[in-house]
């Protein structure tokens, strides 16, 4: 294990003069008094960094070795090597705990990430609660920025900087690979902005002298109050709400869908110049994406379906195979994989299937057992193997 000295020493605590003193009159007993006398003195200057250091040191003499650490412990004699590798191990683990036990998670963080151990570190995390006036930026960076706790983390930006830096963070960082963190932000995100429209919308015609039940979702009150909307008026950052509508396209039936397709309610009845302009098939905006959410969650599935059909159609005539690929996505979200396969066949037979962001023919073709269309994708992307393989199969 390789000891690198890649830590914080610009507000090191430092040891008063007289420490000096002792320690020099410590080793009139030998060498390790002298230590013993050195680690005391450092553990009550509170010198963490250094006590980590001092404690290797300690290993060294008792091993009979340099007490200078000049190379990597490799070079030390072979018999050393596991003794003083397992002081590492115990001094990097009492080090850290002892800045954990102060709530330093950076410095504590060095330690146990040098020892590729963060258990530690992420059941400290997960027990701090912040004060209002702590600063957080260390607990973000370790917690969401290293991964020891991002959910953790994606909370406190959420609370402590608002929607505007939480949505940032999202869309900002790769979390397709990690679909748990990412509905779980999403999920905040989608919560924190309908909470945030709802008091406003209520607050709205309240000041205009109407009583506005708990019970009022933000649908039912767009819908009775269109002059919510009069003169352009809106009632969140409309960027916010566009952002966290498309982020919602991802999110499985449940209330927080029921919540995304409120703020799609709201968004669809804004002035057409705060609705934004979108890609096919979201040119819409939020009409479309509220007609994606309502096929998720069952409702008008065919109709909706169908608007999806005619822009994937559409899109392909003219070259362009991303509205088929959201086509044939939502059709596997509806359960209707023969209707996806059907899909692919028809719009996306010829495409690189490692290219698409659904499903393409021969993994539908597959799933449902129709080894035929995987011989015809095979064909028709000239790919012999794939070709026979499908009628092989298909035989069978």
């Known amino acids: 294990m390789d000891l690198t000295r890649a830590l914080e020493e610009s507000s090191a605590p430092t040891l008063p003069p007289e420490a000096f003193d002792r320690v020099r009159a410590a080793l009139d007993q030998g060498p390790l008094a002298a230590v013993d006398t050195l680690i005391a003195e450092l553990r009550q200057a509170e010198d963490f960094n250094n006590l980590f250091y001092a404690l290797l040191l300690k290993k060294r003499v008792e091993l009979g070795v340099s007490p200078f650490p000049t190379g990597p412990a490799s070079e030390l004699p072979p018999e050393t090597h596991e003794p003083y590798e397992q002081a590492i191990r115990e001094a990097g683990r009492h080090v850290g705990q002892l800045y954990l036990d102060r709530g330093n998670f950076p410095k504590a963080w060095a330690f146990f990430r040098m020892l590729n151990e963060p258990e530690q570190v992420q059941q400290a995390l997960e027990s701090y609660t912040p004060g209002e006036s702590d600063d957080i930026s260390p607990f973000i960076e370790i917690a969401w920025q290293n991964g020891l706790l991002p959910k953790k983390g994606f909370d406190l930006i959420l609370e402590r900087h608002g929607i505007c830096s939480a949505i940032t963070t999202v869309s900002s960082s790769d979390l397709n690979n ?86 799609c309610e709201y968004g669809k009845r804004l002035a057409p110049g705060l609705k934004g302009h979108g890609e096919a098939p979201f040119e819409e905006t939020f009409d479309d994406y509220l007609a994606f959410l309502d096929v998720v969650a069952g409702v008008n599935v065919d109709a909706n379906l169908a608007r999806f059909r005619e822009k994937a159609a559409r899109e392909s005539a003219e070259g362009s195979s991303y509205s088929s690929q959201v086509y044939v996505n939502l059709l596997v979200r509806a359960g209707r994989e023969q209707d996806a396969l059907a899909a692919a066949r028809e719009f996306l037979i010829a495409e690189n299937e490692q290219n698409l962001i659904c499903p393409g023919v021969t993994e539908l073709a597959r799933r449902v057992g129709n080894f035929e269309a995987v011989s015809e994708a095979g ?18």
């Not at 064909?379 to 069978?396: C, M, P, Y």
């Open 178 to 263: 990690n679909p748990d963190l990412r509905d779980h932000c999403v999920a905040r995100l989608i919560r924190s902005l309908h909470e945030q429209l709802s008091e406003r919308l209520r607050s709205d015609l309240e000041g205009r002298g109407m009583t506005v039940p708990a019970s009022t979702s933000i649908t039912e009150m767009v819908r009775m109050h269109p002059e919510l909307f009069a003169e352009d008026a809106y009632h969140v950052d409309t960027s916010h709400l566009s952002s966290v509508v498309q982020m919602s396209l991802y999110m499985p039936k449940g209330p927080e869908l029921e919540k995304a397709r409120d703020l």
């Open 379 to 396: 064909q028709a992307r000239s790919d012999g193997v794939q070709f026979l393989s499908g009628l092989l199969a298909a035989r069978k």
